[in-house]
């Protein structure tokens, strides 16, 4: 199994200890280091809701130095700006003398821990380490990250079931993650899809879009024509997240 290293970070900075040892490369020597194939959340937005969250990250690191422990990590403006809760990294995985591959595991709670809401967005990724004796190097990967906070939908349709021709009303709501207050609130405003699939279909179709008010309560008629089922459907933006409400199935007579 591998060695486990774990930091924890006070809210909002950058104040950080780890609580491990990472394995030394072997045939490490003096000199410097280099961080090469990270990824983080296989190039995917990391999206936060109210429950703790993993985010799979790996990198390649080189060096011919002995080293405590190495990771990779988010930051803004400067390497001083952290943003992570916590950190589990494998031990080196040798690809040769000097150079190791890692599976690190990124974990962001903010039922636990601190967040604004003003994090949720663009972030650069950054990979250190810290060398045996003292002195450490930090490298930008050249990548950016978005940190985006959960976003959900309801939906109701009715009347059900409804004659063919009829009226049919689909209402729902879409809120976000509110990290502060630590509860789903009204996200208003928001463009939404109204989605149909009819029953026997394997996907649905956008019928049409429309915006919800400043509550974030969604409205909708549609005339009835075929028994299936009625969704609503948000592509999310730079700070928030996708979603789909459930579907809520209406016989057509």
């Not at 072997?26 to 429950?51: D, H, Q, W, Y």
């Not at 609130?185 to 463009?191: D, I, M």
């Amino acid at each position: 199994m591998g060695k486990n290293v774990w930091r924890a970070v006070v809210a909002g900075g950058a104040a950080a200890v780890f609580t491990g040892l990472a394995a030394v490369p072997a045939g490490a020597a003096e000199g410097g280091a280099s961080f090469t194939r990270v990824k983080v959340n296989g190039g995917k937005p990391i999206v936060i809701g109210l429950s703790e969250v993993a985010v799979p990250t790996s990198f390649r690191m080189a060096t011919t130095r002995k080293w405590k422990w190495s990771a990779v990590f988010l930051y803004r403006g400067t390497t001083s700006d952290q943003l992570w809760h916590a950190i589990e990294t494998s031990d080196c995985h040798e690809v040769s003398s000097g150079v190791c591959d890692f599976n690190e595991t990124m974990y962001f709670d903010p039922t636990e821990w601190d967040m604004r809401n003003s994090e949720a967005g663009a972030w650069k990724v950054a990979a250190e380490v810290s060398f045996k004796g003292g002195g450490g190097d930090t490298d930008n990967a050249g990548l950016t990250a978005y940190v985006k906070r959960n976003s959900r939908l309801s939906v109701n349709a009715a009347p059900e079931p409804v004659a063919k021709g009829k009226t049919l009303t689909v209402t729902g709501k879409v809120t976000r993650a509110d990290w502060e207050t630590k509860k789903y609130t009204s996200y208003g405003s928001r463009l939404v899809s109204l989605q149909f699939k009819p029953s026997g279909a394997t996907s649905y179709t956008t019928v049409k879009k429309v915006h919800a008010n400043g509550s974030g309560a969604l409205k909708a008629t549609v005339k009835a024509s075929k028994t299936g089922a009625w969704r609503w459907a948000y592509y999310g933006n730079t700070t928030t997240g996708p979603s789909t409400s459930a579907a809520d199935n209406v016989v057509v007579r």
